[in-house]
T-cell receptor, first 110, second 113 residues
Framework: GQQVMQIPQYQHVQEGEDFTTYCNSS?????IQWYKQRPGGHPVFLIQ?????EVKKQKRLTFQFGEAKKNSSLHITATQTTDVGTYFC??????????FGTGTSLTVIP | KAGVTQTPRYLIKTRGQQVTLSCSPI?????VSWYQQTPGQGLQFLFE???????NKGNFPGRFSGRQFSNSRSEMNVSTLELGDSALYLC????????????FGEGSRLTVL
């Protein structure tokens, strides 16, 4: 069946360092979405990528969708304590079903 | 606009019992999906409903079932509870807009003893 793998599972960084999480799908995706879940909270939508090779930026966050539409990454520049949480990618297939990655839990050390 | 509402927020059950969880989507959203979240497993898709019809179903046993009502509210039921069913159950609603992002509720945390 379709799988979406996400690495790393955990990441601890010093405040100010950069952070990247990677998402890989076993099959081609129609699009990919990214969500952030704060500790004790629920996932909140960040962005959607649709086109092959697409790159989108939100302030310090940069999102990329691979050329083959099977992988994606989220990069945070100069992390802040407000970036703490778990970041999930969610790939959508042609059947309109979402497959979530296992998430990357980010800890930012002040 | 009110968000996605899930009830109950917390509940404790014992093995063998059954449980029903409720989800009220954002007004106007006709798609409701359910996810099980456990540590290390991420969000596992359970099922999705649209206009009272199940559109997709994840790889969960038949003990997990759901339904959607004409007002788009949805319920999921787990029968014959097992210890491994302890999890946060998240409901998400979605509009049919261009992006179609998921709006999650706060979740129902189920503990099975």
């Amino acid at each position: 069946g379709q799988q979406v793998m996400q690495i790393p599972q955990y990441q601890h960084v010093q405040e100010g360092e950069d952070f990247t999480t990677y998402c890989n799908s076993s099959t081609t995706l129609s699009n990919i979405q990214w969500y952030k879940q704060r500790p004790g909270g629920h996932p909140v939508f960040l962005i959607q990528l649709v086109k092959s090779g697409e790159v989108k930026k939100q302030k310090r966050l940069t999102f990329q969708f691979g050329e083959a539409k099977k992988n994606s990454s989220l990069h945070i520049t100069a992390t802040q304590t407000t970036d703490v949480g778990t970041y999930f990618c969610a790939g959508r297939n042609t059947g309109n079903q979402f497959y979530f990655g296992t998430g990357t839990s980010l800890t930012v050390i002040p | 606009k009110a968000g996605v509402t899930q009830t109950p927020r917390y509940l404790i059950k014992t093995r063998g019992q059954q449980v029903t969880l409720s989800c009220s989507p954002i007004s106007g959203h006709r798609s409701v999906s359910w996810y099980q979240q456990t540590p290390g497993q991420g969000l596992q898709f359970l099922f999705e409903y649209f206009s009272e019809t199940q559109r997709n179903k994840g790889n969960f046993p038949g003990r997990f079932s759901g339904r959607q009502f004409s007002n788009s509210r949805s319920e999921m039921n787990v029968s014959t509870l097992e210890l491994g069913d302890s999890a946060l159950y998240l409901c998400a609603s979605r509009s049919r807009g261009a992006v179609g992002e998921l709006f999650f509720g706060e979740g129902s945390r189920l503990t099975v003893l």
